[in-house]
């Protein structure tokens, strides 16, 4: 299954900078606002050393990692939600992300364009926000009319319905994220035609300069203090740095760069991963001689559903899964071995898929 993370923020933020990085699509990027007009699309392998471990162990022919697709989404203004700058069309793209990731600028660069003042953490995550939330009342005011017509008319469900928007409308126009609004799965259904933007999860990444990747500036610090306030996730890199680590092909030179800035892996790292568990996914694996492939699933999906990423032919004849635990493969280092020693278990369709299962699915198709 695909994961689609949006990259957010004001123009000049380094969005293109990071997206480059990640995708090694070079020269997206430039000095001046509006500089991406249409998304750009990378899929980027989610880094997983588990898949190394099974490699080691099975030597198989090809190896296919699970991936994560990311959007640059071109700078959102203040007035976007109402067609400023390049608002309407930037806010489509926004919509379409599973995930949405918002870069935040949190260092001083006199040369590099700026036109909203002072760099202003804070300020500028709450501008984002404030357009995306108002896009979002518009949305719901709109189907709001529509319900209210129907719940006069006696619809019992148009009333239950009428009673969910009125707390979003409410909840937005405190200037409040819709994801903020405690509602159940089933609730929340009454606005999943809206695919509203606030209710997409949501991790932010703070741009500094090389030396504060260790030490927080000021502008992190405030930042900081704003999200681990609203409960949501903060990654810190360099993205000027990281443009250099992703140049470096070789993985040995690319530990030593770390190493002399003290990093044991690039912020790209940490950030693709935080992305991937944003969404509570999680991976299992196949492994064979032909192949030793990462899967991509929901937390708590059962064994037939988890199967139907392979093929939805596997999910309608599914019989059993076959799991081998990850630690138990690499201790035994063979599937016969860790059958002989009753590490291989035989789970039926109630069998909820934990992430780094190895897993064998027997089907009648």
Not at 285 to 307: L, S
Request: aromatic letters at 6%; a negative charge.
């Amino acid at each position: 299954m695909a994961l689609q993370c949006g990259i957010i923020g004001l123009p000049n933020v380094g969005k293109s900078t990071l997206f480059s990085a990640l995708t090694n699509i070079q020269n997206v990027a430039a000095n001046y606002e509006f500089a991406t007009i249409e998304a750009n699309i990378g899929i980027v392998n989610v880094p997983d050393s588990r898949i190394d471990i099974l490699v080691n162990l099975v030597n198989p022919k090809s190896i296919v990692p699970t991936t994560v697709q990311f959007l640059d989404i071109a700078g959102l203004v203040k007035g976007a939600s109402t067609g400023g700058g390049k608002g309407n069309a930037f806010l489509k793209d926004v919509r379409e992300a599973s995930a949405l990731i918002h870069v935040i600028r949190c260092f001083e660069d006199d040369n590099i364009v700026r036109s909203s003042g002072a760099v202003d953490p804070v300020g500028d995550k709450e501008i984002i926000e404030t357009e995306l939330q108002l896009k979002d009342l518009e949305s719901v005011e709109k189907k709001l009319l529509k319900v209210e017509r129907a719940a006069k008319s006696g619809d019992a469900e148009a009333k239950t319905d009428l009673q969910i928007l009125k707390a979003y409308q409410a909840h937005l126009s405190e200037g409040k994220n819709a994801r903020t609004l405690p509602f159940s799965d089933a609730d929340r259904q009454s606005v999943a035609d809206l695919f509203l933007l606030t209710i997409k999860p949501i991790m932010y990444v703070a741009n500094v300069k090389e030396e504060h990747l260790h030490e927080d500036n000021q502008h992190v610090k405030n930042l900081k203090a704003v999200i681990e306030k609203e409960g949501d996730q903060l990654v810190k890199i360099c993205a000027a740095l990281e443009a250099q680590i992703a140049e470096i092909t070789d993985k040995e030179e690319k530990q030593m760069f770390l190493g002399e800035y003290g990093l044991k892996e690039s912020g790209l790292d940490q950030m693709i991963r935080a992305a991937y568990h944003l969404l509570d996914l999680i991976t299992y694996f196949t492994a064979g001689v032909q192949e030793v492939r990462a899967w991509t699933i929901r937390k708590g999906w059962k064994a037939p559903m988890a199967a139907s990423v392979i093929h939805s032919d596997l999910e309608k004849g599914f019989i059993r899964a076959e799991v081998i635990k990850l630690d138990d493969y690499q201790k035994y280092k063979t599937e016969n071995a860790c059958k002989e020693a009753g590490k291989m278990a035989l789970e039926g369709k109630d069998y909820i898929v934990n992430d780094a299962d190895v897993i064998y699915f027997r089907t009648n198709k």
